[in-house]
């Protein structure tokens, strides 16, 4: 497709971006303010991400889109082909082949590499949103590093329900400086936020850009006597076995038949190749997928 | 046996197929052209050309014949098409004095140098269903007369000879573009106005209905309301002078609203103010109400806490393009972190039925 520049962003577009790209790994956990432009899809179907990722692409990558964990969910699918059609990039389902990852929830259960980036989706950048409405109240809190409101958000839910009731985008701190929302993946995640690869989260509507710079310190904010805890479904998964995993649970029937399948599609997929079966999978090589 | 759900793109690529018949309709029914759209339809084409922030009928046009009608959807696609466009550079500020007007009225004076023009406004039909329009009615002959040449003074101008109006400082600058800086609060007039002017039709409506029911009531009069076609000029470094690029039409709403006073200063009238492209006057009345809620803080009023006050909830819930993106966004897979909230929720069931038979135990 030759009417767009490559990844359709113009190149002063994306030279703002990587502007805001280079400040957010300057400032880790930082919510860079940026441009964000109309992109041909909708405010809160990953234009954050998609603009990160038109900006970071370079024509020798290798480009891999997952969305809950998997390859092959149709809004996953429409970003992958947007690259595919205005960039011409190499695509891949594979984790270990992808150059550049656009995430939404999920963190692939592989570890990267420092040769990769993770691009995520982020809906609502601010931690302290649901707290505080009012961005210009929220950004004073950030800049005089005032997070004692999210603490006591933490302390009710133990004193109400016992547990802190936040099961997906669960707060962190990133390297002893800001409170960070590490978009909705489940807490599961959260440890897997120290890693070698760069990752860079763009929210589009709301108009920020943050990253986290390789090997960055990230803590889970909890108390001393109820620490943080990743949580999974207390199974395994049902195709592959993996036990390590994050879980979807699937309802197979309504008799409250249900079964435990790996979210990371691409991770299942290459247990059951080298040979791993789950209790009601069946050997790779006869499986309908 | 399980089978994973594949086959995204072949759903999509049908999905694509069904929707491009569906807009179709009924193939003994002739299609509808572009040039139909343009001018029997346009004030929907006015609507998605100013909230698309884009000033092209044919373009809009096609934009409401691809989406089926749905108008936010076609805004939508005028705005992702005009962020590709490149920003030459801005145009000098239109003189709306000049404007060739169409339709120009005053609430607050019987008659005006200019005279009250009604033009063709829905205002004084009855609302009666015309069914010779089903049976392809022409329209009867339309009474003609000499257009007012010349320059059309504005009706505050004259309150502003007497001094009774509070004036606005003349800004030379540029001013920031919302479409190429992120917005950051507080938010300058020009930037407000910015956002009102291709914010959601109904959203601004609604706001500027509440501050007449008393949410930050600051009685209106309509001073002016014209619409007309004004000449687009802009200098190009080249020449060295101004030259015109174009003709739009645009609505433009000036109220005057409930003077106010202090110890230093006189009681005066102050003003909201709305301009908005093409034949769109609940708009830009809208708007000019909403501005003059907005405008608490620099004229010293107090804050009542409403809704239209308050710059961050206005300006950052507007645009329709930006809320039905993330409405509807609400419709993707979420089972990941529905997952985990299921995940959290059985925990906390089960600690408190323990809790509640430990407690029966004793």
Not at chain 2, 39 to 44: D, G, K, S, V, Y
Not at chain 2, 293 to 319: C, I, T
Request: proline share 6%.
């Amino acid at each position: 497709m030759s009417d767009y520049n490559f990844a359709y962003l113009d190149e002063q577009t994306k030279r703002m971006i990587r502007r805001a790209i280079l400040k957010g790994l300057a400032i880790p956990g930082y919510q860079v303010p940026f441009a964000s432009r109309e992109m041909p899809m909708p405010y809160g179907w990953g234009t954050g991400g998609v603009q990160v990722s038109a900006a970071v692409l370079t024509p020798d990558d290798t480009f891999k889109v997952i969305d809950q964990g998997a390859d092959d969910t149709t809004n996953a699918v429409s970003i992958r082909r947007f690259f595919q059609k205005t960039a011409g990039v190499a695509v891949t389902e594979a984790t270990a082949e992808a150059s550049v990852i656009q995430t939404r929830h999920r963190i692939p259960e592989q570890d990267l590499r420092a040769d990769q980036i993770l691009v995520y989706q982020v809906p609502i950048p601010e931690p302290l949103r649901f707290l505080e409405p009012s961005e210009v109240e929220t950004r004073k809190m950030h800049a005089l590093e005032e997070y004692g409101l999210m603490h006591v958000k933490l302390y009710e839910d133990i004193s109400q329900h016992g547990d802190i009731a936040t099961a997906y985008a669960y707060p962190v701190k990133v390297e002893g400086r800001y409170v960070m929302d590490p978009s909705p993946i489940p807490k599961f995640d959260n440890p897997k936020l120290e890693m070698a690869g760069i990752q860079i989260f763009g929210a589009g509507r709301e108009q920020r850009i943050y990253a986290i710079p390789p090997y960055t310190q990230v803590v889970s904010l909890d108390f001393d006597d109820y620490p943080f805890q990743p949580t999974k479904a207390d199974h395994a998964c049902d195709l592959c076995g993996a036990e390590e995993s994050y879980l979807d649970e699937l309802i197979m029937n309504d008799a409250g038949g249900r079964m435990f399948m790996c979210s990371d599609t691409d991770y299942c997929a290459t247990r059951r190749k080298q040979g791993h079966v789950g209790a009601q999978g069946v050997p790779y090589k006869e499986a309908a997928t | 046996m399980y089978v994973a759900v594949k086959g995204g793109e072949r759903a999509i690529d049908n999905a694509h197929a069904w929707l491009a018949e569906e807009r179709r309709g009924d193939l003994e029914v002739p299609e509808l052209s572009v040039a139909q759209i343009r001018e029997q339809m346009t004030l929907a084409v006015n609507r998605v050309m100013a909230e698309g922030s884009l000033y092209d009928p044919d373009l809009a046009a096609l934009a409401i014949k691809q989406a089926r009608g749905d108008l936010i959807e076609a805004i939508f696609l005028i705005r992702a098409y005009r962020t590709t466009l490149p920003r030459f550079g801005g145009s000098n500020p239109v003189e709306t004095e000049t404007m060739q007007c169409e339709r120009r009225v005053s609430a607050t004076f019987k008659d005006a140098p200019g005279g009250q023009v009604l033009g063709p406004t829905f205002d004084y039909t009855h609302r009666l269903l015309d069914f010779k329009l089903a049976a392809d009615g022409e329209p009867a002959d339309v009474a003609m007369s000499e257009p007012h040449r010349g320059a059309t003074p504005h009706i505050m101008s004259f309150l502003d000879r007497e001094d009774l109006i509070q004036t606005e400082p003349a800004g030379n600058d540029v001013p920031d573009d919302l479409t190429r800086t992120p917005l950051e609060l507080p938010a300058s007039r020009a930037l407000r106005l910015q956002s009102l002017t291709r914010g959601d039709e109904g959203f601004i409506l609604g706001l500027a209905y509440s501050t007449q029911r008393g949410y930050a009531r600051n009685h209106a009069f309509v001073a002016e309301l014209r619409i007309g076609s004004v000449a687009v000029e802009m200098d190009i470094p080249e020449l060295g002078f101004a030259i015109e690029i174009g003709e739009i039409t645009v609505t433009e709403c000036e109220t005057v609203n409930q003077f106010q006073g202090s110890k230093t200063q006189p009681p005066q009238f102050t003003r909201g103010y709305g301009l908005v492209f093409g034949m769109t006057e609940r708009k830009a009345i809208s708007m000019a109400l909403v501005d003059r809620a907005l405008r608490w803080k620099e004229l010293g009023e107090d804050n009542l806490g409403a809704p239209a006050q308050d710059e961050e909830f206005v300006l950052y819930h507007s645009d329709n393009i930006q809320a039905t993106g993330f409405l509807e966004h609400i419709k993707l897979p979420h089972y990941v972190d529905f997952q985990s909230e299921l995940e959290l929720i059985r925990k906390l069931r089960r600690e408190a039925h323990d809790a509640i038979s430990r407690e029966a135990a004793e």
